[in-house]
């Protein structure tokens, strides 16, 4: 009496088996979207076996001769291995196989090396630089670029050289050596091009630096004849403008009696007069290089300051200024050109100059600042038919918008020269003496 004892599997043989099939699914589909998306079409290859091994179990269920009297087992074995063998023609996926072609087929100058040193496989191409780097294919060690081993001199511990190989010109090659699986593989790097390119580079760079020496030279010259030409020319405005004074001065000078001290001291007091109409001259110059208007408040100081010098020569100058309340601030006082206030200066030195050959000499002068003009009043004890004013100094007075009014008063004369202000605005751009 024999017992049959059914047996099945439990649920967990099915989840399995499904997770199996499913990773085996989606592996070959991963295959086939790769080879149909490669360059050369390989998908539809694989696509034609698995078509093959349904047509056969297909015919085998149906029970067709030629595939009812196969053994399965063997014939899908054998489909099996055709499909992995497709696959790994085709390069779906990465083989170890093809280096002696890529070798023999490469313009790199390549090789591979053991754990020993010992080259496995090159390329036909060398250089000196490689042999020289790596050792002979024949030799048993080559421990001179092995990346298992120490780094040698002028070679860092991942196996590249040094920068300063690819400075020097004499070494037109660059070994560099990358550790792999059992050995290592090593390489050549022609910087044959990079070195020409920098001894172009090195000597563009020494012209330029010659170029640069040579401008800079130049440009020193040209600074040094630019300083001696506008040396040159300011000397030569100076003596343009103070010409007439400092020959008037040397008259004074060597005018001067020796034997008689009033007269002495009243050639004195004109040369302090001139010296100092002098040295304001030269200072408006200078300050009109540097800035463009002047107050009235120190065009009245500078006035003062050369009736102050007019007592030294016997000349009585009185002088006021309704501009000047307040010294340290600019209070009601508005500002002018330069051009100007040097009209003005050099008709209050005028007028003076006048003075110097009256019997009595004595001046009255008034700066007056009013809301948009300055006037200069001056009251001189001559006939106006005794004067006779440089022709030059009236027309650079109107030159520069002013106005001039004269008066005859009996035995005196009236004098007044009126000129246009602006207010400040800007103490910045307001020169001080």
């Given at each position: 009496?024999?017992?049959?004892?059914?047996?099945?599997?439990?649920?967990?043989?099915?989840?399995?088996?499904?997770?199996?099939?499913?990773?085996?699914?989606?592996?070959?589909?991963?295959?086939?979207?790769?080879?149909?998306?490669?360059?050369?079409?390989?998908?539809?290859?694989?696509?034609?076996?698995?078509?093959?091994?349904?047509?056969?179990?297909?015919?085998?269920?149906?029970?067709?001769?030629?595939?009812?009297?196969?053994?399965?087992?063997?014939?899908?074995?054998?489909?099996?291995?055709?499909?992995?063998?497709?696959?790994?023609?085709?390069?779906?996926?990465?083989?170890?196989?093809?280096?002696?072609?890529?070798?023999?087929?490469?313009?790199?100058?390549?090789?591979?090396?053991?754990?020993?040193?010992?080259?496995?496989?090159?390329?036909?191409?060398?250089?000196?630089?490689?042999?020289?780097?790596?050792?002979?294919?024949?030799?048993p060690?080559?421990?001179?670029?092995?990346?298992?081993?120490?780094?040698?001199?002028?070679?860092?511990?991942?196996?590249?050289?040094?920068?300063?190989?690819?400075?020097?010109?004499?070494?037109?090659?660059?070994?560099?050596?990358?550790?792999?699986?059992?050995?290592?593989?090593?390489?050549?790097?022609?910087?044959?091009?990079?070195?020409r390119?920098?001894?172009?580079?090195c000597?563009?760079?020494?012209?330029?630096?010659?170029?640069?020496l040579?401008?800079?030279?130049?440009?020193?010259?040209?600074?040094r004849?630019?300083?001696?030409?506008?040396?040159?020319?300011?000397?030569?405005?100076?003596?343009?403008?103070?010409?007439?004074?400092?020959?008037?001065?040397?008259?004074?000078?060597?005018?001067?009696?020796?034997?008689?001290?009033?007269?002495?001291?009243?050639?004195?007091?004109?040369?302090?007069?001139?010296?100092?109409?002098?040295?304001?001259?030269?200072?408006?110059?200078?300050?009109?290089?540097t800035?463009?208007?002047?107050?009235?408040?120190?065009?009245?100081?500078?006035?003062?300051?050369?009736?102050?010098?007019?007592?030294?020569?016997?000349?009585?100058?009185?002088?006021?200024?309704?501009?000047?309340?307040?010294?340290?601030?600019?209070?009601?006082?508005?500002?002018?050109?330069f051009?100007?206030?040097?009209?003005?200066?050099?008709?209050?030195?005028?007028?003076?100059?006048?003075?110097?050959?009256?019997?009595?000499?004595?001046?009255?002068?008034?700066?007056?600042?009013?809301?948009?003009?300055?006037?200069?009043?001056?009251?001189?004890?001559?006939?106006?038919?005794?004067?006779?004013?440089?022709?030059?100094?009236?027309?650079?007075?109107?030159?520069?918008?002013?106005?001039?009014?004269?008066k005859?008063?009996?035995?005196?004369?009236?004098?007044?020269?009126?000129l246009?202000?602006?207010?400040?605005?800007?103490?910045?751009?307001?020169?001080?003496?």
């Open positions: 009496m024999y017992l049959f004892i059914y047996r099945s599997y439990g649920p967990v043989y099915y989840v399995v088996m499904a997770v199996i099939a499913a990773q085996i699914l989606v592996s070959q589909v991963s295959l086939i979207r790769r080879g149909w998306r490669s360059p050369r079409r390989r998908g539809p290859l694989l696509v034609a076996c698995y078509v093959l091994l349904l047509v056969y179990g297909v015919g085998y269920a149906l029970r067709w001769p030629p595939a009812w009297e196969s053994d399965m087992t063997i014939t899908v074995g054998l489909f099996l291995l055709l499909v992995m063998e497709v696959i790994l023609r085709t390069g779906l996926v990465p083989v170890n196989r093809g280096y002696r072609q890529l070798f023999a087929a490469s313009t790199l100058v390549l090789r591979i090396k053991d754990h020993v040193g010992r080259t496995i496989v090159s390329t036909r191409s060398g250089s000196n630089a490689l042999q020289a780097g790596t050792g002979s294919a024949d030799s060690h080559g421990e001179s670029c092995d990346a298992t081993g120490p780094p040698r001199d002028g070679q860092t511990s991942d196996g590249l050289f040094d920068d300063h190989l690819c400075a020097d010109h004499s070494a037109d090659h660059l070994i560099h050596t990358r550790p792999i699986r059992g050995g290592s593989i090593v390489w050549e790097e022609d910087i044959s091009d990079l070195n390119l920098d001894e172009q580079l000597r563009s760079a020494e012209q330029l630096r010659a170029t640069n040579i401008l800079a030279q130049r440009g020193e010259i040209t600074k004849r630019l300083q001696a030409q506008e040396t040159d020319r300011i000397f030569t405005s100076l003596e343009a403008e103070t010409a007439s004074k400092t020959k008037q001065l040397e008259q004074v000078i060597l005018s001067m009696a020796p034997d008689d001290p009033t007269a002495a001291a009243q050639r004195a007091g004109l040369t302090a007069v001139l010296l100092c109409y002098i040295k304001r001259r030269c200072n408006f110059y200078f300050l009109q290089e800035s463009q208007t002047i107050t009235t408040t120190d065009l009245a100081i500078y006035l003062e300051e050369l009736a102050g010098l007019s007592s030294q020569a016997g000349i009585r100058v009185l002088i006021t200024c309704n501009a000047t309340d307040r010294l340290s601030n600019t209070g009601g006082a508005r500002r002018l050109s051009d100007q206030a040097i009209a003005i200066y050099d008709m209050f030195y005028a007028a003076w100059s006048l003075l110097s050959q009256a019997e009595d000499p004595a001046m009255v002068t008034h700066l007056i600042q009013k809301p948009d003009h300055c006037e200069l009043r001056l009251l001189l004890p001559v006939g106006q038919a005794d004067v006779t004013w440089d022709q030059s100094l009236l027309d650079r007075v109107v030159a520069v918008g002013g106005r001039l009014s004269v005859d008063l009996d035995d005196m004369m009236s004098l007044i020269v009126a246009p202000t602006q207010p400040i605005t800007d103490t910045a751009a307001v020169a001080h003496g």
